[in-house]
C-alpha cells in the first residue's frame, strides 16, 4: 500500500505513473480530499476522464477499485446487499430431511454473514486488504432522488444498515468519488457533501499529452493532425461532441490501419470511432471532413 501524496505535485506524479494528465486544478481536489476524507464530486461530459481518475487513483495507492455503475430504478438494496436465497433454500432442505425443528435457529442461521452476498456500497464499508478501497459512484444522474437520499446517510456516516444484521460501520473510510455527466441536476444537499471540480474538455497541449501517454506509438505529426481535428469537432453543432476517449480510440483505429498522415478518405472510414450517432457523421462526412482537415493543417503550420 503506497502512503497518501503529501503535496498536489505528487498526486500529479503519481496519476501521471498511470498514465493519468492531471491539471493542477483537478490534482488539488484530489489531495484536499485523501487529507479531509471528503468525496469528490466530478461533472462533465461523456468521455473526459471522469471514471478513468478512479482507476488511476487505486492503482497509484494500491487500493482496491470497487464500482458502483448507476442505472435508472436503482435502489438501496441493490447497492448495498441482497441474500443468497438459492443457498437459503438448500439449507431449509437440508434441515427438514435432517428433521430440524428448531426453527428460531435455523432462521438465525440463514440470515447470518454466511449467506450475505455484498453489493458495491457494503463491500467499501469493509476491511480491504491494502486499505480503505476507492469507492466509484458512476454516472449518479442516471438514479432518482430517493436513492441520492439514501446515500446522504451513507457518505455522512459512512456506514449502512442491514434490517437483519443491523448497521454495519466502516472502520476506516472509502474513498469515495462520485460522477455525472449532468443529464439532471443532482440535489444540492449531496453536493454539499463533496468536494466539487468540473471536468472540461482538455486544452489543444494537454490533450496533445494525453495521446502521447495513451498512445505513444503515433508520431507526432499524426497525433497533432487527430487531436486538431476533434478540437475543431468539438466547435461544431453536434449531438454529441467527442471526448478524450474517443481521441485515444481513434488514434489506436488509425494506427492499427497503418496510418501516417490524415485524408478525407481515411477520416470518412474511421468516423464510427469518434462519432456515435449517424446524424452528426453523416454531417461530417465528404467535403466537410476535408474542409476542417485543411483548417487544421493550416493552424498547425502556423503555430
Request: charged share 25%.
Amino acid at each position: 500500500m503506497q502512503n497518501l501524496p503529501g503535496s498536489i505535485d505528487d498526486v500529479q506524479a503519481i496519476l501521471a505513473e498511470q498514465n493519468y494528465v492531471c491539471g493542477r486544478a483537478l490534482a488539488t481536489v484530489v489531495f484536499l480530499s485523501l487529507k479531509l476524507g471528503r468525496p469528490i464530486f466530478l461533472e462533465g461530459e461523456a468521455g473526459v476522464g471522469k471514471t478513468e481518475i478512479a482507476k488511476a487513483i487505486a492503482a497509484s495507492l494500491g487500493r482496491r477499485l470497487i464500482r458502483l455503475q448507476c442505472y435508472e430504478g436503482l435502489d438501496a438494496a441493490s447497492a448495498v446487499y441482497e441474500w443468497n436465497f438459492a443457498a437459503q433454500m438448500v439449507a431449509i432442505r437440508a434441515a427438514e430431511a435432517e428433521g430440524n425443528a428448531d426453527r428460531d435457529l435455523l432462521k438465525q442461521e440463514l440470515f447470518s454473514g454466511d449467506y450475505l452476498i455484498a453489493r458495491p456500497l457494503l463491500e467499501a464499508m469493509q476491511p480491504q486488504e491494502g486499505g480503505p478501497p476507492v469507492l466509484l459512484i458512476d454516472e449518479l444522474d442516471r438514479t432518482d432522488e430517493p436513492f441520492e437520499a439514501f446515500l446522504l446517510e451513507a457518505l455522512s456516516d459512512f456506514q449502512v444498515t442491514i434490517p437483519e444484521l443491523g448497521t454495519i460501520k466502516a472502520d476506516a473510510p472509502p474513498i469515495v468519488i462520485l460522477t455525472s455527466n449532468r443529464t439532471r441536476e443532482v440535489h444540492d444537499a449531496l453536493k454539499r457533501r463533496c468536494l466539487y471540480h468540473w471536468v472540461d474538455y482538455p486544452s489543444f497541449d494537454q490533450e496533445m499529452e494525453i495521446l502521447q501517454a495513451r498512445a505513444p506509438e503515433a508520431q507526432e505529426a499524426l497525433s497533432r493532425e487527430i487531436v486538431g481535428f476533434v478540437q475543431h469537432l468539438r466547435t461544431e453543432d453536434l449531438f454529441k461532441k467527442p471526448g478524450v476517449a474517443e481521441t485515444i480510440d481513434w488514434a489506436k483505429c488509425l494506427l492499427a490501419l497503418d496510418v501516417m498522415t490524415m485524408s478525407p478518405e481515411v477520416i470518412a472510414d474511421t468516423l464510427g470511432a469518434i462519432l456515435k450517432y449517424q446524424d452528426d457523421i453523416q454531417k461530417i462526412q465528404g467535403s466537410e471532413a476535408g474542409r476542417i482537415l485543411d483548417e487544421v493543417r493550416a493552424e498547425l503550420a502556423e503555430a
